[in-house]
């Protein structure tokens, strides 16, 4: 420990770049998990906020949920055995606001549930971003394929579909909009192994969620950046620690030779490299935290006490990789042949 301080104090430019690029490194890793978090929030907020079960879709859907339709008898038979089941439908649409202006939302419609909102007919629900675009309750807004009016009703918290805001509307006015009879997905809560339905294909939650267009794509990009700027940490680590130790080759050889051991210098790498990586997580983390604090309001930004505990966790592994595999080097240094070729 006091030979790694004492090398860190000699060198304080060399730690101080190190410590900058792991800091820049991991600070844009943590912004980018926020993204990507806040992004699966706004995809699909409505979904994740479900409890773990399975979700039903028709077979012949071809695993698309706007393409799937549950015939009445098989949705009766699954709700009369599982009491706390739901049938539900999801299409994307519009609504016309009291200045006539469109509005995208994401409809929705349920049979009777906790797991959703229910309203009756010529009523509406809204998602609270609704409030931002001037809708308020008691507005009434319509839909061109709908005769009617929509009463705004209330407005519910972070529920997103498809980075749309969810609508919640009677199953009877759903129905007119969409010219259909049947609900596209029974979800069965608490069911961790699927059931064989006739004519239905099980999904599990996050199986589900990949059926949503676009998020698989969306969420796979951003955690390939992630996962490419851990690795990217790591071998700058490796990089980093493996000049050192070529200029301190003599050195080594003189420690060796006084009878210090290989396994203390190891531990003096790696209390420098935990040195370094601590302090650049706990400014990144700050950091970051203060982003999300400035960052504009639309911006879907999430970033998690777990996310960051996790990320830390591997920030810290791929070092003590990354500075052990350019240690190897060490336990190779013979100490006169270091010493003979002159200490750095």
Known sequence: ??????????????????????????????????????????????????????????????????????DASTEDEVLKKHHDAVAFSIQMGFLNDQDNKQRSVAFVTSTNSKLFTNVKRGEVVLDNSMKDKGIKV????????????????????????????????????YKEIYRVKEMQ?????????????????????????????????????????IWFL???????????????????????????????????LFKMMWTQMVFITVIALVLSIAFSQVFNVIAPKGMPFSLTFETTVILSIVFLIIGFIGATLSGIQIKKVEPLQAIQQGEV
Do not use: C
Not at 231 to 260: C, W
């Open 1 to 70: 420990m006091n030979l790694a301080w004492k090398e860190i104090k000699k060198n304080k430019a060399r730690f101080l770049i190190l410590g900058s690029i792991v800091f820049l490194v991991s600070l844009l890793t943590f912004i980018i998990s926020g993204l990507a978090n806040g992004l699966s929030q706004d995809n699909a907020a409505l979904i994740k906020d479900l409890p773990n079960g399975q979700f039903y879709m028709n077979e012949d859907s071809d695993q698309t949920y706007n393409l799937s339709r549950i």
């Open 138 to 173: 008691g507005d009434t807004l319509t839909n061109n394929q709908y005769r009617g009016q929509l009463i705004v009703i209330g407005f519910v918290d972070q529920k997103k579909f498809s980075h749309a805001p969810v609508a919640y509307i009677n199953t009877d006015d």
């Open 185 to 225: 997905v029974v979800f069965v809560p608490g069911d961790d192994s699927p059931q064989k339905i006739a004519g239905l294909q099980s999904f599990s939650n996050k199986d589900f969620l990949n059926t949503i267009p676009s998020f698989n794509a969306e969420q796979m990009s951003l955690n390939m950046i």
């Open 230 to 264: 851990v690795i990217i940490s790591g071998l700058l680590f490796a990089i980093f620690f493996y000049m050192m130790n070529v200029q301190k080759i003599g050195l080594y050889g003189i420690l060796k030779a006084i009878g210090i051991k290989t396994s203390k």
